[in-house]
């Protein structure tokens, strides 16, 4: 008999929201150890060759500058399985951006004057920044990012869309994106006398760090201590250590002294990754009742010559919708541009715009509704694999939506609906992203005083694990909330995956479950009160992990949005937009309509006002700070909606959760698109839907 009701599925408020707001929460820059130095890494200013030289004396003999470290000078590291943390090892310069030197000073201030006074000399040699449709380094990888395969066929696809009655080819691009997060990347690293290395470093997986750092510098991983108690968002840009963990740490031993580095803003595009362009073609054949005969993705995308990184952006039309033919490919070509990296929704969030924009094309061509268009062509088993899926709530999620949006009221007529200049329109798209789950270890603690302490290396990036971690525990052990106390954020846990890939809840509440359980089983076994040190359970699950999921896994959802076009300068701005997912159990209310409305709000983004260029001649990105890159803002944002369907799915992990911090994405800036085609009748399929690109065609 419980003797607490669950907290699992309430609306907890954060545990460390007070702490926020009133400053007390420290994160990586604002660790100050005693006589800490600074650093101002140094990026390179060609697009490709060598260093020949870096003249530092001048730069020396300002006041507060204690070093200047470049590739001759620097603390030896050994050559890292990530090539992006390969900094200050030789005089290469793989593309604009890349570091080149670091200064180290007693303040900031005087480390950026040291790096202003830095003269350096180059041999430049030629580049190529830019990715076109017949770039002739294009080639097919073997697999792409995730793991997936590049390529997939089922059926007689060309066949099968030269007999479709009804046909789509449409081409798709987008320009590169970046996460941005709202604090920048920052390590403060220090070594100890007996060699032990601490960092507090901007990441999302402290164990990660450790691993990296330990192998970088030659050290087994007990003698390196990762901590990001409290970390300021990373979008994916944070779920694998940056360069600025290796040259903090570099600093520190060469220095002697704790060195701090937080990123300048305007560096970070070209060091942390980005979501890098795509060209995506895609094809549909239908009969005239709507089902899909064939589904055809090609997609193209850059990376750089230090590393391969391909975006799968095809990788969603494995998933999306049932058809007897199907075929997905990518093609990738290395150019000299900064690395690419993860990005929230890597894969699905561009793939997705592609073919959720598709399939409302379709719906044009057929004279059909979006909605109706979707619901016909939802499989009951995923067309890629043949595996059952274990949920699939995508029909609930569109009958719901339209419903909460009063999708039929509209009339679906394009460019009909006007208010003065304004032209106003709807659009809807459909959301999918997998179900990710890694290994990762936990501890129960019950004490003498009949409280418990959980220990999990999970990382919180805005997102409030802290708080729904400390719900499944609480759960778990049948106790308040309250009388649990949680410790994440910290190597000298038990090792734990990154909050990444819509994984961490899932991974780590599965290992907090079962410790917990693992604790609760070791107490009804004791007799007597407890020992002074209390009794203690841990727990992985590797093996549980392991095991092979005989269903497709994945969540599902639903985008509604409303837009007005100004027809005088060519405008668009979202008046509405609501979503609806099928996400599993919802843990928390509070914390999961917080990630569902962000990753919306980065779709709005994503679809009208944010964009980057590589300059083809400097080699570098053109929006790399938040003046020049425009992320939405409240006013940009006026009326959001996220609502969910109960969904019971008992083949994912104890807690009957499903990712959500991506799915909110997915799909979004689709459905903005959609909904500014039909204000427009005019069909851009390049994004962000800028003034500049819609205004020639209202005029």
Known sequence: ??????????????????????????????????????????????????????????????????????????????????????????????????????????????????????????????????????????????????????????????????????????????????????????????????????????SQGSTTVRDTLAAAFGLKPQQVTAVSEHVGGGFGSKGTPRPQAVLAAMAARHTGRPVKIALPRRQMAAVVGHRAPTVQRVRLGAGLDGILTAVDHEALTHTSTVKEFVEQAAVPARVMYGSPAGRTVHRVAALDVPSPSWMRAPGEAPGMYALESAMDELASALGMDPVELRVRNDPAHEPDSGLPFSSRGLTACLEAGAARFGWYDRDPRPAVREEGPLLIGTGVAAATYPVYIAPCGASA??????????????????????????????????????????????????????????????????????????LLRRLDEHTGPLPAQGLTATADTRQETAEKSPYARHAFGAHFAEVAVDSRTGEARLRRMLGVFAAGRI???????????????????????????????????????????????????????????????????????????????????????????????????????TPDKLLPYLL
């Open 1 to 202: 008999m419980s003797q607490a009701p669950s907290p699992l599925g309430t609306p907890v408020v954060r545990r460390e929201g007070r702490d926020k707001v009133t400053g007390a929460a420290r994160y990586s820059a604002e660790h100050t150890p005693p006589g800490c130095l600074y650093g101002r890494p140094v990026p390179a200013t060609i697009v490709r060759g060598r260093v020949t030289a870096v003249h530092a004396d001048e730069a020396l003999a300002l006041p507060g500058v204690c070093a200047v470290l470049t590739h001759d000078n620097a603390p030896r590291t050994e050559e890292p399985d990530d090539p992006a943390l390969a900094v200050l090892r030789n005089d290469r310069v793989p593309h604009r951006g890349w570091y080149v030197a670091l200064v180290v000073a007693d303040t900031p201030e005087a480390a950026r004057a040291g790096a202003g006074a830095l003269r350096i000399t180059y041999e430049t040699a030629g580049h190529d920044v830019v990715l076109t449709e017949d770039h002739p380094g294009l080639y097919v990888p073997d697999t792409v990012n995730g793991g997936y395969p590049a390529v997939r066929e089922r059926g007689d696809t060309e066949r099968a869309l030269l007999t479709a009655p009804v046909q789509i080819d449409a081409t798709y691009t987008i320009g590169p994106l970046h996460n941005h997060p709202m604090e920048p990347h920052a390590t403060t690293a220090w070594w100890d006398a007996d060699g032990h290395l601490t960092v507090h470093d901007s």
């Open 445 to 518: 603690h019950a004490a003498p005083d009949g409280s418990y302490h959980v220990r999990v290396n999970a990382t919180d990036i805005g997102t409030g694990a802290r708080t729904v971690l400390a719900q499944i525990a609480a759960d778990a052990l049948d106790t308040p909330l309250d009388n649990v106390r949680i410790d994440i954020g910290s190597s000298e846990l038990s090792d734990a995956p990154v909050a990444g890939g819509s994984a961490g809840t899932a991974s780590w509440g599965w290992a907090v479950h079962k410790a917990a359980t693992l």
């Open 587 to 689: 843990l928390n209310p509070r914390t999961a309509r917080s990630q569902f409305i962000g990753g919306m709000t980065m779709g709005i983004g994503m679809a009208l006002t944010e964009g980057s260029t590589v300059d083809p001649v400097f080699g570098d990105f053109t929006g790399n700070d938040l003046a020049s890159y425009h992320v939405p803002v409240s006013a940009d944002v006026p009326e959001i909606e996220a609502h969910w369907i109960d969904e019971d799915d008992p083949h994912l992990n104890p807690m009957g959760s499903k990712g959500i911090g991506e799915i909110g994405i997915v799909g979004a800036a689709a459905a903005v698109g959609n909904a500014v085609r039909h204000a427009t009748g005019v069909r851009l399929r390049d994004l962000p839907l």
